[in-house]
């Protein structure tokens, strides 16, 4: 490749990516200039639009299509695949100033969402009928358990919070048998008991409480298996 192309290569992509500050290679038309920007920008809107439909739509499509062009301009991706765009994207937000500082983790919610919808993983190997005392509850490879200082599952069009709630919302989401994304708000207590320390369900259990807290864990371990959540228990580590 010579020189002279490669420059003509790295103009262009410059232009098309953020206009307003780089000027365009000459002897193009303005009028072709801007169909491939809007044949970029669209195609990367599109793909973004379809990961946080939430994000889009509470946004507004002025703020929407501002933020995505942001995202093109300035972003370095380190991945050419589209299907990790939604995650650069995350990334991305991580590092600008919001104007709504719920918007990252929305975005997160809604990332965390789509995996596990199209997740392929597989559990590790274990013992379905495993006693939960015993033994380590196994979480689905297809469930998350969660926090965020932003009550995600509640924002939209309709809610936008402008402060910060005293008590985080704890989640677990989860796909169920019917390939269905869905979450459940946590008490504190079911969320310290999802996320403690590797050890058997009994260690975390007496980690709670008393033997009221204790029984009522082993109730909540006993029900997330049966619906699938817990899908069973491996060796203590």
Do not use: K
Not at 38 to 65: D, H, K, M, N, Q
Not at 111 to 138: F, R, V
């Amino acid at each position: 490749m010579s020189t002279t192309l490669r420059l003509q290569q790295f103009t262009l992509a410059r232009h098309l990516r953020d206009p307003s500050a780089n000027p365009p290679p000459p002897g193009i038309e303005p009028r072709r200039l801007r169909v491939y920007r809007e044949l970029f920008l669209g195609a990367i809107e599109g793909l973004l639009a379809g990961s946080f439909p939430v994000l889009r739509a509470t946004l507004g499509e002025p703020r929407w299509r501002a933020r995505v062009a942001d995202f093109y301009a300035r972003y370095r991706s380190q991945t050419p695949l589209f299907t990790e765009l939604a995650e650069a994207f995350i990334d991305y937000l991580q590092g600008i100033e919001l104007d709504a500082p719920w918007q990252l983790e929305l975005a997160h919610y809604e990332w965390i969402e789509a995996q596990l919808y199209l997740s392929d993983a597989e559990d590790p190997p274990h013992d379905p009928a495993g006693d939960l005392l015993e033994g380590e509850p196994l979480l689905s490879c297809v469930a998350r358990v969660l926090a965020y200082r932003w009550p995600v599952e509640r924002i939209g069009p309709g809610y936008q919070p402008s402060e910060v709630p005293e008590a985080c919302t704890l989640l677990l989401v989860y796909r169920d048998a019917g390939l269905q994304v869905r979450f459940a708000r946590l008490a504190p207590m079911a969320w310290q008991l999802l996320v403690g320390l590797p050890g058997s369900g009994g260690e975390r259990l007496r980690a709670l409480g008393n033997d009221e807290v204790q029984h009522q864990g082993l109730m909540l371990l006993e029900q997330l298996r049966e619906q699938g959540i817990i899908v069973g228990t491996v060796s203590p580590r």
